[in-house]
């Protein structure tokens, strides 16, 4: 006769999380490989472009070292360009050129589908 499972209601509960988790995992996983494939797909434009908005995601998250507990904190940067045409674009902006970015400024953006490359101020 065949082994017998009785996992009862907690081993049901485990295995429902369990899953839900390793598909959250393998679902972000996914999005950021196919959004790297799609941006070094994309042509690098260069566009005038009017810099509308800024701000910044402050974020944390726990991490165990060795028994320790560290709480790791980030920030990203994006930045809002408009076109000629009036349509806007976001983009995550690296930390060390989003101090250089100042909301009203004109000049001409370039980037890769949504990787900013670089913005040089007319």
Do not use: C
Not at 19 to 48: D, E, R
Not at 66 to 85: A, I, L, P
Request: hydrophobic letters at 40%; aromatic letters at 14%.
């Amino acid at each position: 006769m065949g082994v017998v499972f009785s996992f009862g209601i907690f081993g049901i509960v485990f295995a429902v999380i369990f899953l839900a988790a390793a598909g959250f995992i393998i679902y972000t996983i996914s999005k950021n490989v196919s959004q790297t494939v799609k941006n070094n797909n994309s042509p690098v434009l260069t566009v005038n472009a009017k810099i509308v908005a800024k701000r910044t995601h402050i974020g944390n998250h726990m991490q165990n070292n060795n028994d320790m507990m560290y709480n790791n904190t980030y920030t990203k940067y994006y930045s809002t360009f408009e076109f000629e045409s009036k349509d806007r674009l976001e983009l995550l902006v690296p930390r060390d050129k989003y101090g250089y970015l100042v909301e009203g400024d004109n000049g001409k953006l370039t980037f890769q589908g949504t990787r900013f490359i670089d913005f040089e101020r007319a």
